[in-house]
């Protein structure tokens, strides 16, 4: 199947540390997609890269892609307790969306 | 700016009675519309999606269906509710267009269902 699988499942950090969560699919994708989700909410987009892309970011997000390893990762430095919400890759091609099962993360303050 | 809106926010039904969800996009024409599911604590399950009105494709068999009667307007049905059917409800919509496209997906706040 195309599904994205992130791992690890949860994460704990402390605040201020860095956190790394990484999302593998198995397919060719037109782009992959991290989402955040607080609990029992809709999901909010945090950053898009192409499959022509290896590398992009937003303000305290990175997120890189390797397609010979159909894996991306996303990184949120400096993180806050704010940060707490699980975080899903989604991997698109034509107009489907698959999403991952999520990473939880939890930011201790 | 693009809203989307769903409702209700929670419901509570017995099993066998049919099931109304409905989601409405403000301030773009002709996107597409998706409904997932989501278990507790998993990821989402895409159960269908809209390119357009009267255009609907399930991609996962089972009692619920879904309707586009308007441009902006996605309901997600079913005539008897089962316990499985239980699950967070989550309606979004995307622009339009191919495969080089920005397609991100602006989500609604979603519907809380527990079947009894």
């Known amino acids: 199947s195309q599904q994205g699988e992130e791992d690890p499942q949860a994460l704990s950090i402390q605040e201020g540390e860095n956190a790394t969560m990484n999302c593998s699919y198995k397919?060719?994708?037109?782009?992959l997609q991290w989402y955040r989700q607080n609990s029992g909410r809709g999901l909010v987009h945090l950053i898009l890269?192409?499959?022509?892309?290896r590398e992009k970011h937003s303000g305290r997000l990175r997120v890189t892609l390797d397609t010979s390893k159909k894996s991306s990762s996303l990184l949120i430095t400096a993180s806050r307790a704010a940060d707490t919400a699980s975080y899903f890759c989604?991997?698109?091609?034509?107009?489907?969306?698959?999403f991952g099962p999520g990473t939880r993360l939890s930011v201790l303050p | 700016s693009q809203t989307i809106h769903q409702w209700p926010a929670t419901l509570v039904q017995p099993v066998g009675s049919p099931l109304s969800l409905e989601c409405t996009v403000e301030?773009?024409?002709?996107?597409?519309l998706y409904w997932y599911r989501q278990a507790a604590g998993r990821g989402l399950q895409l159960l269908f999606y809209?390119?357009?009105?009267?255009?609907i494709s399930s991609e996962v068999p089972q009692n619920l269906s879904a309707s586009r009667p308007q441009d902006r307007q996605f309901i997600l049905s079913s005539k008897k509710l089962l316990l499985s059917d239980s699950g967070f409800y989550l309606c979004?919509?995307?622009?339009?267009?191919?495969?080089?496209?920005?397609?991100?997906?602006?989500f609604g706040p979603g519907t809380r269902l527990t079947v009894l």
């Open positions: 989604a991997t698109s091609y034509g107009q489907n969306f698959v």
């Open positions: 397919t060719s994708i037109n782009n």
């Open positions: 890269i192409r499959s022509n892309e």
């Open positions: 301030g773009t024409s002709n996107p597409n």
């Open positions: 809209s390119v357009g009105i009267g255009q």
């Open positions: 979004a919509w995307s622009p339009i267009g191919g495969l080089s496209s920005y397609n991100e997906q602006f």
